[in-house]
């Protein structure tokens, strides 16, 4: 089988998500023949938009989730930070602070807007 025979079985089976499929060779021409796709692919769907619904939600849920508690950890790395400015009298560690409270409000609100 050539190379080009070969990526064309790659992308078809990326494209269609078959498993009966052939590469042939006629006159100098490959040709990708595809055979039971219709009923692969039905097996993938889902039954009804409310099943569909419930998936995106349970989605956007956990993804909401993990984005909120990365800003938290971020704000509590940052805060340590701010701490140590603020206890060695840095010349910076009042706007430090002062952005650093500014921080935790918009994530307060951000959290509870969200939930």
Do not use: R
């Not at 569909?52 to 938290?72: C, H, N, S």
């Amino acid at each position: 089988m050539k190379l080009k025979s070969k990526i064309l079985l790659m992308v078809a089976f990326v494209i269609f998500n078959a498993p009966y499929m052939f590469v042939s060779n006629v006159d100098n021409k490959t040709q990708l023949s595809v055979i039971s796709v219709s009923s692969v692919q039905a097996q993938n769907v889902p039954p009804n938009i409310t099943s569909i619904k419930t998936q995106v939600k349970t989605q956007t849920d956990g993804l909401k989730d993990i984005i909120m508690y990365v800003i938290g950890a971020v704000l509590g790395i940052a805060l340590i930070f701010v701490i140590w400015m603020i206890a060695s009298q840095h010349p910076k560690a009042k706007e430090a602070g002062i952005g650093m409270l500014v921080a935790i409000i918009f994530y307060g609100l951000a959290w509870s807007l969200i939930y």
